[in-house]
């Protein structure tokens, strides 16, 4: 399948998490805020003197537009795509999987990849705003080599639409050096603390699904709920910690590394970098339940450079370039060629893999989370009250 | 070609203008109102009341924008004009120049960079953390209303500055000159006969502000930490996460609504206190 299929040496491992270590900041600044970072970026590679020169002419165009999430790849990766192809790599950081979705039934995104989460693909196809992926354009996607948990969504009605990314946990970030070295253990400590000695000090999601999941968690509801009772309790319980909240964000790293803020709602990939760089920040997972998702690679129907976007997937499938992926944002790999080129001490490690325990009260989001109009309206109603 | 047909041919290109990108948009949006969210997201037309009768959901957004725009205004209007007076009236000729360039500077970097260093010096670890150090302990600035007032300060003093500016600096110093020689005191010089001249620049430079204000999304998003909520905030939210374009709509109506009775409400003000209409330059 790849021509290479070194293990990376011990050397060039430490160099990428040093330069992870050193680099993850700059990038943070500008990928993130609101996803308006991605101006800038736009606006860099709009300048042709600022793009790369490409290695040799591709035939695949001179650029391929990703959407995807803050701190999500390695941008050495990217890089070594444009060396090989000549093809530039402009990056569009958003916050959520509803605003990826609004932007694309809205139109003319200009998009050639993005990275949707396991819950939306259903309504994608309904839409009609997904390619199907024509499997003979990613030789380096091997379907045997993946966990089938966490690539059957990308499947709708026996048609692949998406090629698996990686997967992760939505959990919660803690700074347990404000609470005597311990860390807490469910989402119902979670929102009691926030109101009594963390109060001013938490973080939640400008994200319905995790936000309005974790509340509907606390009560030992399902994460997915629609039930107009459970969402009830759920904002009840959301405007009683909203005054105790420091900020309503996805773009949490900041305030956590800055210490301004103590406990977050965390995805598992910046919980890793949180405590990979402070050791006092602890990544749990709430008992209740919460969120396991997967992440796949896929293409807007709407993409003017095809060729562009199953050339970059089929790049980043390689396992050598994924492996350098997962050492830079941190979150587990379904792929199991990937999973072998690990260090040893990642594998084992207890927040990227966490142990099957305490992954299974954990649930997938669900199809009718996304569109359910009820949710959105009580997380916009959160927001504004 | 008759000076007629002229006219219209010069005034073309503004026109199209005005059809393609204000008016074709507003009755979009204004038709949008009256209609319903599909069950995906986006909009069903329809003829309903119901998105209009459900704004007093989103009070508080047009709460923190109607207190936060004025205050803000207000604000850059009290830093701006002695800045201003200072420019046009008392400042050396051979530094005035450079003085104005100082004052542009910060526009020629992208506003959200700059709002986002203001995450830092208003983070626990910028000024509450200097003030700490003097015996001011626990203090929260950041994702707070304060927060955001200080980045709308920020972010509009040059709006304010520059038209103040421009009608302090058209200002006949003989005026001054006469109103001393005929015995006024400089403070009453400047209330009756400087302060007066101005407020067409005060006029405008308010305008400006305040209608830019009511629009803001940026400077709450980042410095309110998602708490400080306007109503630009919570259109993003509408159109991009509950994705309820017919409830959407009906705010921004409401917003075009409230500025335009706002708007002339200021302008009759303005006309009172002696100004007349032609002097505000951008109506």
Not at chain 1, 122 to 140: G, T
Not at chain 1, 256 to 281: F, H, V, Y
Request: contains cysteine; hydrophobic residues 45%; proline residues 6%.
């Amino acid at each position: 399948m790849t021509k290479n299929i070194d293990h990376i040496s011990k050397k060039e491992l430490m160099d990428k998490l040093e330069s992870y270590r050193k680099g993850s900041i700059t990038r943070r600044h500008f990928l993130n805020v609101t996803g308006l970072g991605a101006a800038a970026a736009v606006m860099g590679a709009s300048v042709p003197g600022l793009r790369p020169q490409p290695a040799f002419a591709g035939d695949i165009g001179d650029r391929v537009v990703l959407a995807t999430w803050p701190n999500y790849h390695e941008p050495a990766n990217f890089d070594a795509f444009t060396d090989a192809t000549g093809a530039h790599v402009q990056v569009n950081v958003f916050g959520s999987n509803e605003e990826m979705l609004a932007k694309l039934q809205a139109g003319a995104t200009g998009w050639d990849v993005y990275v949707p989460t396991n819950y939306t693909f259903e309504d994608y196809v309904k839409e009609d705003l997904i390619e199907p992926l024509d499997i003979s354009q990613l030789p380096n996607y091997d379907p045997s080599a993946f966990d089938a948990r966490y690539a059957e969504a990308g499947s709708v009605n026996g048609k692949l639409y998406g090629v698996p990314k990686n997967w992760g946990s939505t959990g919660m970030a803690i700074n347990t050096k404000h609470n005597g070295g311990n860390a807490i253990s469910s989402w119902r400590e979670f929102f009691d603390i926030t109101m009594d000695k963390f109060s001013g000090r938490t973080i939640v999601h400008d994200y319905q699904l995790t936000t309005i999941g974790s509340a509907l968690n606390a009560f030992g509801y399902s994460f997915n709920s629609v039930d107009e009772k459970e969402l009830a309790d759920a904002e009840k319980l959301l405007i009683d910690v909203k005054p105790h909240l420091f900020a309503i964000t996805s773009d949490y790293q900041p305030g956590m590394r800055n210490g301004d803020a103590w406990l977050t709602i965390c995805w598992s990939g910046d919980g890793k970098q949180l405590n990979s760089d402070m050791p006092e920040i602890a990544y749990v997972l709430g008992k209740e339940g919460g969120e396991i998702w997967s992440d796949y690679w896929a293409i807007p129907k709407s993409s003017e450079r095809k060729a562009a976007a199953y050339a970059l997937i089929n790049f980043m499938l390689d396992p050598n370039v994924n492996v350098k992926e997962v050492l830079a944002h941190g979150y587990p790999t379904a792929d199991s060629r990937t999973y072998d080129k690990l260090p040893d001490d990642l594998k084992s490690d207890p927040i990227i893999f966490p142990a099957q325990e305490l992954l299974s009260p954990l649930e997938f989001g669900a199809a009718v989370t996304l569109t359910d109009p009820n949710r959105a309206e009580l997380m916009a109603r959160f927001k504004s009250a | 070609m008759t000076q007629r047909t002229r006219n219209w041919l010069l005034l073309a290109p503004a026109g199209t203008w005005f059809l393609v990108m204000l008016i074709v948009p507003l009755t979009v949006v204004f038709i949008f109102s009256f209609g319903e969210r599909a069950p995906s997201g986006g909009v069903v037309l329809a003829l309903t009341f119901e998105q209009y009768a459900n704004l007093p959901a989103r009070w508080a957004a047009f709460k923190n924008t109607m207190t936060l725009a004025p205050i803000g205004t207000l604000s850059a209007l009290i830093i701006a004009y002695p800045l201003a007076y200072f420019l046009a009236v008392k400042a050396n000729p051979r530094w005035k120049t450079i003085l104005l360039v100082l004052v542009i500077v910060p526009f020629w970097t992208s506003i959200l960079i700059r709002s986002y260093a203001w995450i830092f010096l208003l983070g626990g670890r910028g000024i509450p953390a200097l003030l700490e150090w003097v015996g001011i302990e626990g203090l929260r600035l950041i994702n707070t209303p304060f927060a955001v007032l200080v980045g709308i300060i920020y972010g509009y003093l040059p709006l304010m500055v520059f038209p103040i500016f421009v009608s302090l600096d058209k200002l006949d110093k003989r005026l001054l000159e006469a109103s001393s020689d005929l015995g006024a005191k400089p403070w009453k010089t400047f209330l009756q006969v400087t302060l007066p001249l101005s407020i067409p620049g005060i006029a405008t430079g308010c305008m400006l502000v305040f209608i830019l204000l009511m629009g803001e999304y940026l400077i709450p998003a980042l410095l309110g930490g998602g708490k400080v909520f306007f109503v630009g905030n919570a259109l993003v939210d509408l159109f991009l996460q509950s994705r309820n374009w017919a409830y959407g709509s009906a705010v921004a109506v409401t917003l075009v609504v409230i500025m335009l009775i706002t708007v002339t409400i200021y302008m009759r003000l303005i006309s009172r206190l002696g100004a007349s209409r032609e002097d505000v330059s951008i109506m």
